[in-house]
């Protein structure tokens, strides 16, 4: 493994993170503060800044969006099947929560009048709230809703994600490769979490966290980062990496926000999304099973410094091919 370079990397994405909160910090700035907002907005670029640098004036590879995941893009099939594959498992993942959190007695469920769906759509999407329905599920507004969620908000998250992503899964991981699968895996997930260092020093200092929270915080970003990981090793590509990213940030909610009713309980067992006590045990399922079917085994090692593939989802020779 070439340490010099990664920890020039993880060096610069921590160093560089801290500064740009740095005026928040010392502002006393809380969650809910724009300076924190704005914080966020621009730290997020951090890794891919950190991994720019580092591929261009350390490492300085032949081919340097290679060395990024930016590229082969094709087959074309694979990388968008990835993609897509990766938006849907965390919507998926949403609703398997919320209703794991139902059955366990976590939250209230609303299937009558959807008063959960009603109040989400009134808060988020305010612009789709006249056509919410008299009773029943508000479909018209539901979709409508969606398309705000579509357009506007995944887009957004997208953009915010390559800045993130580009760095973590792009670079660090398959520099980390030569440790193994799961330790890179692991530890790339772990380093990630860990950046969020500013947001959760601000959290603690705000009263908003105990440490419970930043532990359980920390264990499910790792986690979360072995799933990222995944799609970049299955598809070859940082694209799905990136889709995975931003479909876990975004839409992950709807379950929770479509189900449950509007005045449901929550807590550090599950406060909605894959949050909480209840969606870390959801993604820990879903790696457990990636690991059980041998889907996390690297095989074919690329020697020009991109990230060697793992097996496919099927024994078929690819399932996006």
Partial sequence: MPVREVAIFVGLAYVLAWLVFTPALLGGAEPADPAFGVSTQIYVFTPASAALLVVFLVRRPAQRARALGLVPLRPVRRIVGYSLLALLLFVVLGFVATLAAAALGVIRLDLADFSGARAAIEERAPSAADAVSATGFPTEAYLQALVVVFVAILPMSLLWNVGEELGWRGYLLPRLLPLGVWPALLLSGLIHALWHGPQMLIHLRSGGWGWENLALFVVSVTFAGVLFG????????????????????????????????????????????????????????????????????????????????????????????
Wanted: net charge positive.
């Fill in 230 to 321: 995944w799609m970049r090793l299955a598809s070859g590509s940082v694209w799905p990496a990136v889709v995975a990213h931003a479909a876990n940030n975004s839409l992950n909610i709807l379950g929770f926000l479509t189900l449950s009713a509007a005045d449901s309980p929550t807590s550090l067992l599950y406060p909605g999304g894959l949050g909480g006590v209840i969606g870390l045990a959801v993604v820990l399922a879903v790696v457990g099973v990636l690991a059980a079917t041998g889907r996390l085994r690297m095989r074919n090692p690329d020697r020009n410094g991109a990230a060697p593939r793992l097996p496919p989802w099927t024994s078929a020779p690819s399932i996006w091919s």
